[in-house]
């Protein structure tokens, strides 16, 4: 008997829209893309003391989206990364919204920080490409209502609806349950291995990224009595087994394992 979705954990890994960027914010200056794109974050580092040089969501495209399945009982059953490998924006934004629309319309979908960025990101794109959204823009039950269970957004949930700062974010609460978070690269590296062309780097740091979410996400379900702290740990130990059995399959299994002490 087929696996019911209950869960759908997902991750978005983005790089700047420089030709976007050149066409907009230096229409009249002789510089090329990647140039509008350094130009652009020291313009942003000014603005916000140094605090920051990361590009709004506007102008961004997505490059890799991987996704967690997983049951009622809080158990992983698949992950895959849509157009494997070819990561082409658009077939990636079709994919995407399939999969919102039809295929996972009884899941709920588990984010970090996808109401600030990744669901953002896939709109914006939705319009960019006239792609069709009806149930997630029309239904107020659905993953854009901030209350619901449609979506659950972790960083949202934990930080009280922005009622504090989640400083650290996904790297500090992974590290504090004892998962990887971050190790060899952060987001801010992405964009330097696209032009590298290093998709492959960029899609192993989106499944850890996606990992760790999931194992966070496992904590909430503890907080909310919904699993007993000796049901995380069975449900973890069936994950480590989850991936040691599908590393040869899924890239990026093998390499969180690894940092996965």
């Given amino acids: 008997m087929e696996q019911q979705v209950k869960y759908v954990v997902f991750d978005i890994e983005s790089i700047p829209n420089a030709p976007l960027i050149k066409q907009v914010k230096y229409p009249h200056l002789s510089i090329g893309e990647h140039d509008a794109v ?6 942003i580092l000014n603005v916000s003391d140094g605090s920051t040089w990361f590009i709004p969501v506007t102008f961004q495209l997505p490059v890799i989206v991987s996704m967690l399945e997983v049951d009622e009982k809080f158990f992983p059953i698949r992950m895959h990364t849509l157009d494997e490998p070819q990561f082409r924006t658009e077939v990636i934004v079709n994919q995407f919204w399939e999969a919102i629309e039809s295929i996972y319309n009884d899941a709920s979908y588990v984010t970090f920080n996808g109401r600030g960025f990744d669901f953002p990101l896939m709109e914006l794109m939705a319009f960019r490409f006239g792609v069709t959204a009806k149930r997630h ?3 107020k039950f659905a993953s854009r209502f901030r209350f619901g269970t449609k979506h659950i957004d972790i960083h949202d949930w934990l930080s009280n609806y922005s009622a504090i700062r989640m400083q650290g974010g996904l790297n500090l609460l992974a590290k504090v349950i004892d998962k990887p978070g971050k190790v060899e690269m952060t987001g801010d590296d992405v964009y ?8 492959q780097s960029i899609h192993e740091y989106c499944i850890s990224d996606v990992m760790d979410t999931y194992f966070v996400f496992l904590r909430t379900r503890v907080m909310i009595g919904e699993l007993s702290r000796e049901r995380e740990g069975v449900i973890i130990q069936h994950t480590r087994d989850f991936l040691e059995k599908n590393k040869s399959a899924v890239k990026g299994f093998e390499q969180y394992l690894t940092n996965w002490k």
Wanted: hydrophobic fraction near 35%; charge should be negative.
């Fill in 38 to 43: 350094i130009k652009f974050q020291e313009e």
């Fill in 137 to 139: 823009f029309k239904d």
């Fill in 192 to 199: 330097d291995l696209f032009k590298e062309g290093k998709l």
